[in-house]
Structures are given as C-alpha cells and as structure tokens.
C-alpha cells in the first residue's frame, strides 16, 4: 500500500517559519498531485497548496505570498515552506497525494497522519 509520512511541525512565533515535509513510499506507479490541507479546530478541512505533476501549483489566498509548495519528484517528497506565519495559521496539517499505484488501477486519494503547526508568543 501507500504511506505519507509528515514531519516539520511544531510551535513557532508570530512570524516566524517552518517547513513541512511529506515523503510517499509504497506501491507507487505514478503521483499525480500532492498537497497540504490544514484544518483548525471546530473548522473544516481547507487547501493550503497543491503541486501537480507538471510543478504547475495553487495556493489559498489565506497564504499566498507566504508558503510555497516544492516537490521532490525523485523521492516522491514534497516540501511547505511557511513564511510570516500568524496565529490563524494554527491548524494541523494534513499532507495529500493522488496516486497510481499500479498502471491498470484508477488514481486514489492517500492521506497523512497529521502534524500540528502552533503559532503564538
């Protein structure tokens, strides 16, 4: 099967910066987008950022101009640099993927486990 595995968060200052990781491993034919979604407390589940397979990516206005999503195709990694980060970025952060895993079977939703990002002094 497939794994996400996150790591990066943590508290950090009224801006200050931090920067997630997710790494997918696993039965991995082909990623067609991987991205990070986040979700406070008594919120929903919201976009941050995606990558798609062609580097072409999409921010929430929420955070554009101060995160940006990096992938590194060869190790099925992708990277959000946080910048200038306020306490409503307070939320925990769930990496996504959309994923192959052989070449006969249909493209599947992976997610991770969840790392929590605390902003405040």
């Known amino acids: 099967q497939v794994q996400l595995v996150e790591s990066g968060g943590g508290l950090v200052q009224p801006g200050g910066s931090l920067r997630l990781s997710c790494a997918a491993s696993?039965?991995?034919?082909?990623?067609?987008?991987m991205g990070w979604y986040r979700q406070a407390p008594g919120k929903q589940r919201e976009l941050s950022a995606t990558?798609?397979?062609?580097?072409?990516?999409r921010y929430s206005d929420s955070v554009k101009g101060r995160f940006t999503i990096v992938k590194d195709k060869a190790n099925n990694t992708v990277y959000l640099q946080m910048n200038s980060l306020k306490p409503e970025d307070t939320a925990v952060y769930y990496c996504n993927a959309l994923i192959r895993t052989t070449m006969n079977n249909p493209t599947q939703s992976f997610w991770g486990q969840g790392t929590q990002v605390t902003v405040s002094s």
């Open positions: 696993g039965s991995i034919f082909s990623i067609s987008a």
């Open positions: 990558i798609i397979s062609d580097d072409t990516t």
